[in-house]
């Protein structure tokens, strides 16, 4: 079965998966025919396509207060219609859509069902028990991802009894199988009974290259993201130094204010996702335009919103610059060159192909930023200044060690406010912001505080978005209908 043709079929049947001959930068699924899996090698490999290979990053960055309406540019879809907040007319066959982020995230999790499968009917499953870890954390993964764009977003001192997403464990045997919803507290558990089976088992000597799988410090990584939302930062603090123990965490961090300010945008672009860069902790392979158009779409990153998102260096005691290298791609288009387009072509001698993204999905600095807000609401404010500062040490521009710091006066001044433990929350959401812009993982954070959003059309009119608005919440697919899943009202 062709990989257009599962794309087509969301939640149906899909086949057993055969091996790919090698773990490739960017994997292919085989042919389902021709091998039987039954090895725990063979089942490494078949994990190698139980990641979302569709990518969330236009919609999530369009849906954010990072961009802004250029009056002009590429005339993209889901970037249009994400900005306005209307619903994406889509098909899962489009690149970078909600609907293909849905298709993909579901066939993801059937492949780590159907190596689970494996895995339980094998004769001696302990030999498996990587392989098995690798399956659980991919299926809570993707489940993870799907519920937090496609369900109301969970809030833990709420009963979370909306709808949630179908929560699949096992592989499909009939066309077309019918699936409920259940609520939002029901997928967070079994996301969490999921994480908590899989993680102990990861082996990172499982693998040929580890930052393409749920290697331990991505398994952590992905660990103190889920307790975050959930806010039990006690855990959220334990799977941070889980990730990089005895403290590591700066020496992994991206080199942006050494290393990579001697690089051109080209070099930048060829560093930015490659799994030799240790801020990298899990890279996934995504079908994308993103590369090609990121600076160019009508609603992006402007020179005022820059302004807006870079100002967060004034938090800095001491006068400081961030050092992000920003670019133009024409008037009043800017990007920072992070995500580069791979383009695959069909033959050797074709003229057409499918343009690929490596989007890293789990860094270095998510888990610093985790740790931070972590310490804060467990007011160890000593500890959060420290990490606040080691994030400095490497953004700010001609570095000069201590006079240049965050520190509880600098922050009082630019907030206005003298709450020391809301202060560095509000400072770590605006680092966040700024190291991760046209990533898409802005959305995470609005979602999570409720932040309201406000986008001005080029024309003057304001598009508002309050914390509670329907309109926040992507669509199921028109497609899952055919199994029973009912739409979200927006």
Partial sequence: MSKT??????????????????EDFLSKEPDSTRATINTPKQVSQLLTTAYPQGAYVVFS?????????????????????????????????????????????????????????IINKSS????????????????????????????????PQQPNSDPGIPYVTEPETIVIKKYERKTVAYVYEMIEKDLLEGLPLISDGSYTIPKYHFNRAAANAFASRFYLVKKDYTKVLQYCNDAFPGGSIGD???????????????????????????????LIETSSTYGRYVAVYRYGLNFRKWQEISDSENIIAGGASWVYPLYT??????????????????????????????????????????????????????????D??????????????????????????YFGTSNLRNNIISTVLAFKRVEFVQE???????????????????????????????RRILQIPQSATLSGIEQNSR
Avoid at 405 to 413: F, L
Avoid at 443 to 455: K, S
């Fill in 329 to 386: 791609q024409g008037d009043n288009n800017y990007l920072i060159p992070k995500l580069n387009e791979y383009f695959v072509r069909e033959s050797v001698n074709a003229d057409i192909g499918q343009p690929y993204v490596m989007l890293p999905v789990l860094t270095a600095e998510e888990v610093l930023f985790n740790k931070i807000e972590a310490n804060a609401y467990l007011n160890n404010t000593t500890a959060a200044l420290a």
């Fill in 61 to 117: 960055e369009a849906m954010s207060d990072n961009v802004g309406d250029k009056g002009s540019g590429q005339d993209d879809k889901t970037n249009r219609f994400s900005f306005q907040f209307e619903e994406v007319e889509a098909t899962v066959d489009e690149q970078d859509s909600p609907d293909q982020y849905w298709a993909e995230c579901y066939r993801a999790i059937s492949v780590a069902n159907q190596a689970l499968e």
């Fill in 440 to 470: 898409g993982m802005r959305w995470f954070d609005i979602q999570r505080y409720a932040i309201p959003v406000e986008h001005e059309t080029f024309t003057g009119s304001v598009i508002s978005v309050p914390a509670n608005d329907p």
């Fill in 388 to 413: 606040l500062n080691v994030f400095v040490s490497k953004r700010v521009s001609n570095y000069k060690g201590t006079s240049q710091s965050v520190t509880a006066s600098s922050m009082r001044t």
């Fill in 252 to 282: 992994n961090l991206r080199p942006w204010n050494t290393t990579y300010s001697s690089l051109s945008p080209a070099e930048l672009y060829n560093t930015y996702s490659r799994a030799t860069q240790n801020a990298n902790l899990l």
């Fill in 5 to 22: 043709l599962i794309l087509k079929r969301i939640l149906l049947i899909i086949p057993v998966l055969a091996l790919a001959g090698c």
């Fill in 124 to 155: 001696d499953p302990i030999q498996y028990n990587a392989q098995k870890g690798e399956a659980l954390l991919a299926r809570a993964y993707a489940h993870f991802m799907l519920v937090n764009y496609f369900s109301k977003f969970f809030d």
